[in-house]
């Protein structure tokens, strides 16, 4: 064999290996750009907060926040998606065709549909809420409400998901 013949061997099998690592390790499905009957989704509930600033450590500048997982509100959106029964509820990721990212304050909640990708690069690895909403095919804000409980967002939050919805899918 010449040395070129060699090298374009070996340059192939590069390629399937790294092809091939892809599709073990790799999120391979494409995720949707709008909502079909039956299809699953993985919900994520979460508040953000902000450290408390500490008297004896001097002012950097740097805003420290953190996400807190909020798993009252999953549980209840979750029934209510369930309740809906147009969509299922994944219990892992991997099962999932797209995220539901679900973003509580005081008296709001917001629930942005957004893909697997976004959800990893903007959410798990670094936070960054703009990009987020930028990658959401769905995004669907309740409140302020004067009474704000878990429940009363929940509700309302996957009542305006099926409003958005065309009226021949409901």
Do not use: N
Not at 13 to 27: D, K, N, S
Not at 114 to 124: G, L, N, S, T, V
Not at 152 to 163: F, G, H, P, T
Request: net charge positive.
């Amino acid at each position: 064999m010449t040395g070129l013949t060699k090298r374009s061997i070996f340059t192939c099998l590069g390629v399937f290996i790294i092809l091939g690592a892809h599709e073990i390790y790799g999120q391979t499905r494409t995720s949707p750009t709008t909502f079909h009957p039956g299809q699953s989704m993985y919900i994520v509930a979460y508040r953000k907060f902000e450290y408390p600033g500490f008297v004896d450590q001097p002012e950097t500048g740097d805003k420290r926040d953190y996400v807190d997982l909020d798993l009252d509100a999953e549980r209840k959106v979750r029934k209510r998606i369930e309740q809906w029964t147009y969509l299922k509820v994944a219990e892992k990721l991997s099962q999932a065709d797209f995220v539901f990212l679900v973003h509580l304050d005081a008296g709001s909640i917001e629930g942005l549909a957004i893909p697997f990708e976004a959800y990893q690069q903007h959410f798990k690895e670094k936070y960054d809420l703009d990009q987020l909403r930028e990658a959401a095919f769905g995004r669907y804000l309740i409140g302020p409400l004067k009474l704000a409980t878990i429940s009363r967002l929940a509700d309302r939050l996957v009542k305006q998901m099926q409003q958005k919805l065309p009226t021949q899918s409901r």
